[in-house]
């Protein structure tokens, strides 16, 4: 992030044109390899042992290489080899700049001089920047008297650098009443703690797309229900890792379904942090009270479910796959027909997937837990009366244990965490296939 916002500052200075800053970066993109890349490389870890631990990354709130040692999948020896190999990005950026726009290592020292009193850092505020370490970073930028505003910056940022991309900077967080924008998508989250959590964008659309984009895994090139539906999965994904937290303390909140609104005022207190990613504007939107509506009337972000499939004579099984996320069925779809399962239906709440499971009798059905109208556990209560041998396997975002055990108790088979993991999802089919 130091790199963005110095470069920025650069650019107002015009020390640099936005051409050469964008030469640069490319150049830095270039030359400092990710952490795991180095570690397969070496012969440290396996690709599939990088690929278990950017799963592992989101359902815990910790670094690659810390999961890395605390998994056993290499030691904090090899670890301090690695990122020594791998090289500061700050000294990278320096050099590059120094190298790209001819400028003196004198001058750079009083650019950065200058950098720092414009914005008001303190030393270690810049030491923070220069390790790129968003512990440090966000509460110079994220602050507030509301401890749990900066921790859900930290873990949406984390998550954007993980899922959708390192070129992005953030501005200081601001302090609302009303918002009014184009549009917002995210999730509630309620219990021991009243939270709203979405990303809006209030002219440009660009940076939300962004995130629909890298989250999903797909080319998405407008804003609309593709897009709300993806940054809701996002927003689940930071919203499980923050209920996870929660946890920990001893503090109990539910995860609503997402919603999405166009147009609209979000009123009441919250904050919101603005983030540039690749130049466009998203708002990150916490709410700080209660009473606090993120809209009025909300988007209908059902995407239709997609017909199902023919079973053939090759068929492994057949599946029932139910989920409010068009997303997340296309993948779902896409890992268990590549694997020669036939998915029968789809359905997008509760209420259509007990349908669906009546119509079809599937060998299994998969129950998202997080479903408007009807949850995956009622829905499974209603299936099980039904068919006391129905096979289920539920799925889950981080920071669900109570349901997922509520699910259990139920007689689910078994639970699958999101993001999907290819691996993941044809074990626990097979494995429920053969039981």
Do not use: W
């Amino acid at each position: 992030m130091f790199c963005q916002l110095f470069g920025k500052f650069l650019i107002e200075k015009q020390v640099i044109d936005q051409k050469t800053f964008k030469e640069i970066m490319e150049k830095l993109s270039d030359s400092r390899a990710k952490l795991g890349v180095i570690a397969v490389a070496d012969g440290i870890i396996t690709a599939k042992q990088a690929v278990e631990i950017n799963k592992l990354q989101t359902t815990q709130d910790a670094r690659f290489g810390e999961i890395a040692v605390n998994e056993g999948y290499m030691t904090q020896a090899q670890l301090d080899e690695i990122l020594k190999k791998q090289g500061s990005t700050y000294g990278i950026f320096i050099s590059v700049l120094a190298d790209t726009a001819d400028i003196s290592g004198s001058r750079i020292d009083e650019l950065l001089g200058e950098f720092q009193k414009a914005n008001g850092f303190t030393d270690d505020d810049m030491a923070g920047l220069k390790n790129d370490d968003l512990e440090q970073i966000v509460p110079i930028f994220a602050f507030s008297s509301k401890s749990y505003v900066t921790d859900i910056c930290r873990l949406a940022l984390a998550n954007i650098e993980r899922f959708v991309t390192s070129d992005f900077y953030i501005e200081r967080i601001r302090h609302i009443s009303q918002l009014e924008y184009r549009c917002l998508a995210g999730q509630k989250l309620d219990g021991d703690l009243d939270v709203i959590i979405g990303f809006a964008a209030k002219n440009d659309d660009q940076a939300i797309i962004d995130i629909a984009s890298g989250f999903s895994g797909s080319e998405i090139h407008s804003l609309g229900i593709e897009v709300y539906d993806a940054v809701g999965e996002f927003t689940n994904c930071i919203s499980g890792l923050f209920a996870t937290a929660l946890s920990k303390k001893g503090h109990k909140v539910e995860i609503n379904p997402q919603f999405s609104y166009e147009n609209q005022f979000a009123k009441g207190e919250a904050y919101v942090l603005p983030i540039h990613i690749h130049d466009s504007e998203v708002l990150l939107y916490i709410s700080a009270s209660d009473d606090t509506k993120p809209g009025d009337m909300p988007v209908v972000r059902k995407i239709l479910a997609k017909a199902g499939g023919e079973v053939t004579l090759e068929s492994k099984g057949t599946v029932v796959i139910v989920d409010d996320s068009g997303m997340s069925r296309k993948i779902l779809r896409n890992i268990l027909e590549e694997a020669g399962y036939a998915v029968l239906a789809e359905a997008t709440d509760g209420l259509e997937g007990v349908l669906a499971y009546k119509t079809h009798y599937p060998d299994i059905i998969t129950l998202d837990i997080t479903m408007p109208n009807m949850d995956g556990t009622e829905a499974l209560k209603e299936i099980k009366a039904y068919d006391p041998n129905a096979k289920a396997i539920m799925i889950t975002a981080a920071g669900q244990q109570n349901k997922v055990i509520e699910a259990l108790k139920l007689g689910a088979e078994r639970f699958i965490t999101k993001p999907f993991d290819k691996d993941e999802i044809i074990k626990n089919i097979e494995e429920v296939l053969e039981g």
